[in-house]
Every structure is written in C-alpha cells, then in structure tokens.
Nanobody, 114 residues
Framework: QVQLVESGGGLVQAGGSLRLSCAAS????????MGWYRQTPGKQRELVAA??????NYADSVKGRFTISRDNAKNTLYLQMNSLKPEDTAVYYC?????????WGQGTQVTVSS
C-alpha cells in the first residue's frame, strides 16, 4: 500500500501563488506516472500536470503558470502555482501510477478569490 498526503492548499487572491506538496510513503513499485489533477463540483477530474514516462505534460490552461517538480530523496511531488486565477479554484489531488497500481491522495482545496 502507498499513502499520499497532500498539503499546501488554501485561500489566495487572484494573482497570488501557492505550492502544493504530496508526500508518498509505503510500498515501493515501478512508477509510470505521477502528477496532479483537480476537480470542481459537477465536473470530471482533470489533469493539471504530470510526469509520464519521462515526459512532462501540462493542461493548456496552466502552461506558463504552474510547474510540477519532485524530490526523489524526500518522496515528494510538488506543484508550484503562480498567477492564480479564480478558475483555478478546485480540489487538487496527487496521483501515482504503476503498471497495476493507482494511488490518490485525499485532496487539498485551493480557492482563488477575485
């Protein structure tokens, strides 16, 4: 089993910044993808940014504003979010996938006020 614990969410004004963290612990397995997703009420969870097979992907809506990074020594995934907009308001989830494994964090709320 793997546990993912997100932190760093909160309330910020438009134009502000937040950094999300996702600390992983538990069993080891071959990771194929690790990334951040977000979800708002009534909508499907959507990809924000992810490392997949050595390639970094970003949603078009966050390109140039968000940066995904990781610290392998700390088993931690980060999402630096700059120039935040009200439409970035959502619950943000981190995700780690292997060939058969698929783990999600509990989510952290990000609210951007206008």
């Amino acid at each position: 089993q793997v546990q993912l614990v997100e932190s760093g969410g909160g309330l910020v004004q438009a134009g502000g910044s937040l950094r999300l963290s996702c600390a992983a612990s538990g069993s080891s397995f071959t990771i194929r993808s690790m990334g951040w997703y977000r979800q708002t009420p009534g909508k499907q969870r959507e990809l924000v940014a992810a490392f997949t097979s050595g390639i970094t992907n970003y949603a078009d809506s966050v390109k140039g504003r968000f940066t995904i990074s990781r610290d392998n020594a700390k088993n931690t995934l980060y999402l630096q979010m700059n120039s935040l907009k009200p439409e970035d308001t959502a619950v943000y989830y981190c995700n780690i996938r292997g060939y058969w494994e698929d783990y999600w964090g509990q989510g952290t709320q990000v609210t951007v006020s206008s």
